[in-house]
């Protein structure tokens, strides 16, 4: 995974917005990361991981996959408005967290991210949202690929006035 150039692709589209909309010299980190938090939430109700009084299966895996990305989006772009622009995105994670217990760690990680700000919360919150991403059964090349694509129809909903 090309991490650099997710950041660069990210910035772009980062730029964009805040252009587009005003928003430059807003502080937005606690938009982002409620953001973040949300993204994470719609991916945990569409793998149904957490609902046990339901027999309804989870999602297609393309859904949760672009959920997913979804979410990294937004790791991106609190990494970037905390002036982090690289990271280290290993081939295989050791968890023995199940998927919900995983959902759980990525949200306290984020919250700690929102209660110090720090480089070192930062790359806590990337562990455990790649971890979340190994347990669903998706690889480095698949989310990259995934991304991509979705950046680019995040650039065409702006096109588009959304």
């Known amino acids: 995974m090309n991490v650099k150039e997710l950041f660069l692709i990210q910035k772009q589209l980062n730029d964009r917005i805040v252009d587009e909309h005003n928003l430059i010299g807003r502080d937005l980190f606690y938009d982002q990361l409620l953001a973040f938090i949300v993204e994470i939430s719609e991916l945990a ?18 859904v949760i996959l672009e959920e997913y990305v979804d979410g990294l989006h937004f790791v991106l772009t609190l990494g970037l408005t905390l002036n982090v622009t690289s990271i280290t995105i290993l081939d ?4 023995e967290n199940e998927t919900t217990e995983q959902f759980l760690q990525v949200l306290k990680d984020a919250s700690a991210l929102g209660e110090t700000k720090t480089e070192t919360q930062y790359m806590q919150l ?3 949202f790649f971890m979340l991403g ?4 998706f690889s ?11 950046n680019k129809v995040n650039h065409e ?3 588009a006035g959304y």
């Not at 109700?45 to 297609?60: A, L, M, P």
């Not at 190994?134 to 059964?137: D, F, K, S, V």
């Not at 480095?140 to 979705?150: D, G, S, V």
């Open 45 to 62: 109700n569409e793998t149904r991981s957490f609902k046990y009084w339901s027999r309804k299966t989870s999602s297609e895996r393309s």
């Open 92 to 95: 295989e994670y050791k968890t």
């Open 126 to 128: 990337v562990t455990s």
């Open 134 to 137: 190994q347990i669903l059964g």
């Open 140 to 150: 480095n090349k698949e989310i990259e690929e995934a991304y991509l694509q979705k």
């Open 157 to 159: 909903r702006q096109d």
